[in-house]
């Protein structure tokens, strides 16, 4: 289970962004974590579905 859980600097480098956007997702956007004692990972596949789901919002709303 735990297996396929990233961190965020994993994270990053899989979705080519900073370490510093991957927290600011989670924060401002509610992009989906696990919460595992002070840490924070992420599913990289329940990650894709919330930035097409948000890339699909803000191109509607233009």
């Known amino acids: 289970m735990y297996e396929d859980l990233l961190t965020?600097?994993?994270l990053a480098?899989?979705?080519n962004i900073s370490a510093?956007?991957?927290d600011k997702l989670r924060k401002t956007k509610?992009?989906?974590?696990?919460k595992i004692g002070r840490t924070y990972r992420y599913e990289l596949e329940k990650v894709k579905t919330f930035l097409k789901?948000?890339?699909s919002t803000s191109s509607k709303s233009e």
């Open 8 to 10: 965020k600097e994993e």
């Open 13 to 15: 480098v899989r979705l």
């Open 20 to 22: 510093y956007d991957v």
């Open 30 to 34: 509610n992009m989906p974590f696990i």
């Open 53 to 55: 789901t948000l890339s």
